[in-house]
Each structure stands twice: as C-alpha cells, then as structure tokens.
C-alpha cells in the first residue's frame, strides 16, 4: 500500500446519525480523522471537516457506564420498590375495587434493571499535538453495534504505536 493511497478504517457515524452526534468523530481514513462539525447559519446544520491522522498524538479508549442511565434505573427500581412495599404494607387498608397494574410494575422494574446492569458504551477521544480534543462516543443503545468499529479504531492506533491506557 502506497502512503499516498488513502483508504477508509471505519464508519463512526452515518449520514442518519448526524442531527444527533454533532461535534464528534465521524470516521477515520488511513490518512484524516473525519470530524462532523455544527455549522450555524448554514441549511445542512454540519460540515465535515478533516484533521491529519499524522497530527493526532494518542487515542484513548473508554469502555464505560452512562452516568444517567445508571441513575434512572436506579430510580425507576426504587420507584417500583416503593410502591410494593406500600402494597404490601397497606394491603388490609386497600378497597376491594382497587386495580394494582402488576404488569406494568413488572414491566418498569424488568427495564429499570436492564438500564443500571446492561448499559455500555463506548468513548474514543482523539488528542491532537495542538491540544485539542475530538470526541466520539455511542449511545448507550448502540454498544453491540459498534463493537467492530471501535475495534478497528483500537487496532489501527495499536499499530501506530499512538493507542493511550484509558484511566
């Protein structure tokens, strides 16, 4: 492969996915790091802007938990706790006409449990020899789906020796 021949690593985001990934890493080349970059005053809303891979000093890894997802499946579970302990603490005091939506509890307390356990995602932070940083992270949704992204961002920072420990 020539230097001068640049050829596509990996796919971070999809022209679908831009309204909602604004400032952050797109994709990255054997040469560029992509950047999806907000644009005001312009009818697109975005451009794509191009930073040197050569100019990038490290890449950083994360594989983490979303702070608010842990913290809203916390409530939801503690929610529904609550309301089960007030049945069943008051069942006695309870008319009989009174409709207890077991479903939905199960429901709520089944997706509050998925939401502090199984939610991941991924962050990639790419440092420039300026000091600045670009960012790409994933919804926490999309864990499994960018798994082999990510994995090509992680091999190809290897490779070029710029792959930093993630704290």
């Known amino acids: 492969m020539a230097d ?8 971070l985001l999809f022209p679908n996915e831009y309204v909602r990934h604004l ?12 950047y999806l970059k907000r644009k005001f005053l312009s009818k697109s809303g975005y451009e794509l802007v191009t930073y040197p891979l050569t100019e990038c000093d490290r890449i950083t890894y994360y594989d ?8 809203l499946g916390a409530l939801l579970v503690l929610t529904v706790g609550v309301v089960g302990y007030g049945v ?12 207890i939506p077991v479903g939905v509890l199960f429901l709520v307390s089944l997706y ?14 790419f440092s420039l020899r300026d000091g600045s940083k670009l960012l790409w992270k994933t919804r926490a ?11 090509k961002v992680v091999e190809l920072a290897k490779s070029r020796g710029i792959l930093a420990e993630a704290r």
């Open 4 to 11: 001068s021949e640049e050829q596509l690593i990996t796919t």
């Open 23 to 34: 400032n952050q890493v797109s994709g990255l080349t054997t040469c560029n790091i992509v």
């Open 64 to 71: 983490e938990r979303p702070l608010l997802s842990l913290i």
């Open 88 to 99: 069943f603490k008051y069942w006695d005091e309870l008319s009989p006409a009174t409709r």
């Open 112 to 125: 509050g449990f998925r939401a502090i356990f199984l939610a991941r995602r991924y962050r990639v932070v």
């Open 141 to 151: 949704g999309d864990y499994k789906y960018k798994e082999a992204n990510v994995s």
